[in-house]
C-alpha cells in the first residue's frame, strides 16, 4: 500500500524558515518523480515543485522560485520541501505528491499545515 | 502559463441526477488534463487522467472525455459519497495549473 507520511509543518515568522519532509512506502520510490501541492485555507489547489526521479530535475512555481527548494534522498525514501523567507500568503496545507509518470499525482499525503504568521 | 476554468463554480444537485463539470484550458493541452475529488479535511484523490482514463478504484459512474482545450467530467447518477469539491489540472507544461474548483452540493 502507498503511503506518504508530511512532518514538519509548523508556526513560522514572516521571514523565517521550515523545512518539510515527506516519508514514502509501499512503492519504489527511486521511480518517480515527486512534487508538493499546497492549498491556502478556503482556497483551491496550487503547484509548488516537482522533482525527477533521480533529483536532478526541478520545477517550481513562479510564486515559490527563488525561496523553496525542492530535494529527495532516494537512499531513505524521503522527500523535502525547504521553505525560505516565508510569507503570509505561504500559509497552507501542503500535500506530498506522487507523480505518476507526469500524467497526473496518483498518491497524495494527508498533509501538512504551515502557519506564517507574527 | 496556461489557465484552467472551471464552470460551474458550484452546483446542487440531487442523488440519483445526472452532473457535467466542464473545464477549458486557455491554451492547447492535447490530452494531458486530470480530475480530482476532494471531501472537506481530506486530501484530494484521483479520479481521471489523460481526459478519460479511470483511475483504479473509481467507479465507472465518473467519466471524461475532451482535449485541446474543453474537456468534461460527468457523473452519471450521483452517489452520496460523490458530494465534494471537484478539481481539473492540467499536465502539459509546467506549471501544472489547477482550476479553481467546483463545488457539488446536496440539493
Known amino acids: 500500500e502507498v503511503q506518504l507520511l508530511e512532518s514538519g509543518g509548523d508556526l513560522v515568522q514572516p521571514g523565517g524558515s521550515l523545512r518539510l519532509s515527506c516519508a514514502a512506502s509501499g512503492f519504489t520510490f527511486s521511480s518517480y518523480a515527486m512534487g508538493w501541492v499546497r492549498q491556502a485555507p478556503g482556497k483551491g489547489l496550487e503547484w509548488v515543485s516537482t522533482?525527477?526521479?533521480?533529483?536532478?530535475?526541478?520545477d517550481y512555481a513562479d510564486s515559490v522560485k527563488g525561496r523553496f527548494t525542492i530535494s529527495r534522498d532516494n537512499s531513505k525514501n524521503t522527500l523535502y520541501l525547504e521553505m525560505n523567507s516565508l510569507r503570509a500568503d505561504d500559509t497552507a496545507v501542503y500535500y506530498c505528491?506522487?507523480?505518476?509518470?507526469?500524467?497526473?499525482?496518483?498518491?497524495w499525503g494527508q498533509g501538512t499545515l504551515v502557519t506564517v504568521s507574527s | 502559463d496556461i489557465q484552467m476554468t472551471q464552470s460551474p463554480s458550484s452546483v446542487s444537485a440531487s442523488v440519483g441526477d445526472r452532473v457535467t463539470i466542464t473545464c477549458r484550458a486557455s491554451q492547447g493541452i492535447s490530452r494531458w488534463l486530470a480530475w480530482y475529488q476532494q471531501k472537506p479535511g481530506k486530501a484530494p484523490k484521483l479520479l481521471i487522467y489523460?481526459?478519460?482514463t479511470l483511475q483504479s478504484g473509481v467507479p465507472s459512474r465518473f467519466g471524461g472525455s475532451g482535449s485541446g482545450t474543453d474537456f468534461t467530467l460527468t457523473i452519471s447518477s450521483l452517489q452520496p459519497e460523490d458530494f465534494a469539491t471537484y478539481y481539473c489540472?492540467?499536465?502539459?507544461?509546467?506549471?501544472?495549473?489547477f482550476g479553481q474548483g467546483t463545488r457539488l452540493e446536496i440539493k
Open positions: 489523460v481526459a478519460s
Open positions: 522533482v525527477s526521479s533521480s533529483g536532478f530535475s526541478t
Open positions: 505528491t506522487k507523480d505518476e509518470s507526469g500524467l497526473s499525482w496518483d498518491y
Open positions: 489540472q492540467q499536465a502539459n507544461s509546467f506549471p501544472h495549473t
